[in-house]
T-cell receptor, first 109, second 112 residues
Framework: GIQVEQSPPDLILQEGANSTLRCNFS?????LQWFHQNPWGQLINLFY???GTKQNGRLSATTVATERYSLLYISSSQTTDSGVYFC???????????FGTGTRLLVSP | DGGITQSPKYLFRKEGQNVTLSCEQN?????MYWYRQDPGQGLRLIYY???????QKGDIAEGYSVSREKKESFPLTVTSAQKNPTAFYLC???????????FGDGTRLSIL
């Protein structure tokens, strides 16, 4: 099946810093989503982005489908950005998402 | 408010006991999904359902069962055949194929 790798596995930032999270996948995809899991376990959908670029406030994402990677940019990070960021892909057309192991982000004040 | 409701938030199971986790959505979504998350790991798909009265096995279906009798409900039963059931279980739904999935707040299941 399709493989999803995320990097870096852990990231520590000072409040106000910018960061880039990467997701590589091993096959072409129908769907790619970025999620944020907060410390209480809630999984929040950030972007639905099988290709192209999207922006939502301080967050933006770019997926280059032909090169099989996606990037999540976080600008002017805040302590509330802490948590785990997951990339998930589907290559079946049935929304059977395969998750990476995540990037654990800690933003310190 | 529209959303996905999972209950209970915490559940304890005795050895040899079946337990059922509830997932209800009022988003009028056709598709629903169950995932399992182990500590420090990503989510893995247990079962999914594209329409009422139809469901398919995901990657780790052994020891689990589901039903989809109503569009808004997709309960998951963790049977005694699941030897390592302690995990965080998340339910999701999407409008249909090709649409983003949205998640409930999860149920933490532990073995007594």
């Amino acid at each position: 099946g399709i493989q999803v790798e995320q990097s870096p596995p852990d990231l520590i930032l000072q409040e106000g810093a910018n960061s880039t999270l990467r997701c590589n996948f091993s096959d072409s995809v129908n769907n790619l989503q970025w999620f944020h899991q907060n410390p209480w376990g809630q999984l929040i959908n950030l972007f639905y982005i099988p290709s192209g670029t999207k922006q939502n406030g301080r967050l933006s994402a770019t997926t280059v489908a032909t090169e099989r990677y996606s990037l999540l940019y976080i600008s002017s990070s805040q302590t509330t950005d802490s948590g785990v960021y997951f990339c998930a892909v589907d290559n079946t057309g049935f929304q059977k998402l395969v998750f990476g192991t995540g990037t654990r982000l800690l933003v310190s004040p | 408010d529209g959303g996905i409701t999972q209950s209970p938030k915490y559940l304890f199971r005795k050895e040899g006991q079946n337990v059922t986790l509830s997932c209800e959505q009022n988003l009028n979504h056709d598709a629903m999904y169950w995932y399992r998350q182990d500590p420090g790991q990503g989510l893995r798909l247990i079962y999914y359902s594209q329409i009422v009265n139809d469901f398919q096995k995901g990657d780790i279906a052994e020891g689990y069962s589901v039903s989809r009798e109503k569009k808004e409900s997709f309960p998951l039963t963790v049977t005694s055949a699941q030897k390592n059931p302690t995990a965080f279980y998340l339910c999701a739904s999407s409008l249909d194929r090709g649409q983003p999935q949205h998640f409930g707040d999860g149920t933490r299941l532990s073995i007594l």
